[in-house]
């Protein structure tokens, strides 16, 4: 199985500031990563497949890169509404996994 | 615009069957995996398995109770049973879709949560 440990745990920011969020897998997984934002009392929501591509209408200050074992989500001016937990998740031979999530909130 | 709807009990017995269903609504199974997904309260997320639009089927085996999801084309749904279930599978429960088999889940339910108790 492969684990995938995000940090850090909490990241407490101010609206405008850059965020930073990792993920790092046990072993390699090329670019089979994605991220999702999940708020209180909702789904998650994808954010970013393949580690880099942003998902259908969400915004350009939310970017991915990464490859084999590092990832990295940025999220280059918070907003308001940006203040939530996020989650990493992969696939290989066909076994899926989520990172423990990064809650982002207010400073 | 693609909607998924869990439904079902939320309340479940120590030693029954959970039993959930996933209704599609705005498009179409086919050609898609369909997967079940929980997140004990307060945790973070746990895949459990998928279904195939074929029929195929696949299981996390770090799961402690027997899971089984099956399809049902003509309605649109697929669904999860759990059987001799414990506290520890108090949880929400979503379904998700894979997108094309790529991997990453595209649209989700809004959730159900299930809870195990006498």
């Known amino acids: 199985e492969v684990v995938l440990t995000q940090s850090p745990a909490t990241l407490s920011l101010s609206p405008g500031e850059r965020a930073t969020l990792s993920c790092k897998a046990s072993?390699?997984?090329?670019?089979?990563l994605a991220w999702y934002q999940q708020k209180p009392g909702q789904a998650p929501r994808l954010l970013i497949y393949?580690?880099?591509n942003r998902a259908i209408g969400i915004p350009a200050r939310f970017s991915g890169s990464g490859s084999g074992t590092d990832f990295t989500l940025t999220i280059s001016s918070l907003e308001p509404e940006d203040f939530a937990v996020y989650y990493c998740?992969?696939?290989?031979?066909?076994?899926?996994?989520f990172g423990q999530g990064t809650k982002l909130e207010i400073k | 615009q693609v909607q998924l709807q869990e439904s079902g009990p939320g309340l479940v017995k120590p030693s029954e069957t959970l039993s959930l269903t996933c209704t599609v609504s705005?498009?179409?199974?086919?050609?898609?995996?369909w997967s079940w997904i929980r997140q004990p309260p307060g945790k973070g997320l746990e895949w459990i398995g998928y279904?195939?639009?074929?029929?195929?089927?696949n299981y996390n085996p770090s799961l402690k109770s027997p899971v089984t999801v099956s399809l049902d084309t003509s309605k649109n749904q697929f669904s999860l049973k759990l059987s001799s279930v414990t506290a520890a599978d108090t949880a929400v429960y979503y379904c998700?879709?894979?997108?094309?088999?790529?991997?990453?889940?595209?649209?989700w339910g809004p959730g159900r949560l299930v809870t195990v108790s006498s």
């Open positions: 998700a879709r894979e997108y094309g088999g790529a991997f990453y889940f595209d649209y």
């Open positions: 705005g498009g179409s199974i086919s050609g898609y995996y």
């Open positions: 279904i195939y639009y074929n029929g195929n089927t």
């Open positions: 072993q390699s997984i090329t670019t089979y």
């Open positions: 393949d580690a880099s």
């Open positions: 998740q992969q696939r290989r031979n066909w076994q899926y996994t």
